[in-house]
């Protein structure tokens, strides 16, 4: 998977606002928006918040992974925050998360942001790959976080 298509450092922040779930997605889809990744802020939202009415994509061990699938998004892309206090984002394990990863494709791609999903999912099972990103500094420590785990 070629990371460095996926992520950019505009879709990056290493110290979220954010208290609430809502408010990180808010955060993150800023951060696409500003980049150019998406054209409707509002749309692309409602097709992150249907999503997580199905299921809570935040999948424990301090991980949340929300994703959409819409019109607005330009091509597949992810925007990368981390929060140094945690936010309930509804987790599986009932414990904050701490990284977030917002993943935005084309709504005719077909399974596209499964496999990003499944690379991204595999690679967060090692507990170094989340220090490290919990710790990632730029955009460079995020792909070298991802990259060193292979």
């Given amino acids: 998977m070629e990371l460095e298509k996926l992520f950019s450092p505009g879709c990056m922040s290493f110290d979220l606002r954010s208290k609430s779930k809502i408010e990180v997605i808010d955060e993150l889809i800023d951060l696409l928006h500003k980049s150019g990744k998406i054209t409707n802020k509002e749309k692309f939202k409602k097709a ?4 997580e009415e199905e299921f809570s994509t935040g999948i424990g061990m301090g991980i949340a992974v929300p994703h959409g699938k819409d019109s607005s998004v330009k091509e597949p892309c992810i925007a990368f925050g981390v929060s140094k206090n945690g936010v309930d984002f509804d987790s599986m394990d009932g414990k904050p998360a701490y990284i977030f990863f917002l993943i935005a494709v084309p709504e005719d791609s077909s399974d596209e942001h499964l496999r990003i999903l499944s690379f991204i999912s595999r690679k967060l ?3 170094n790959v989340r220090n490290k990103l919990f710790n990632a500094k730029s955009f460079e420590d995020v792909i070298d976080a991802f990259t060193e785990s292979e």
């Fill in 48 to 51: 992150v918040l249907k999503r």
């Fill in 125 to 127: 099972m090692h507990e």
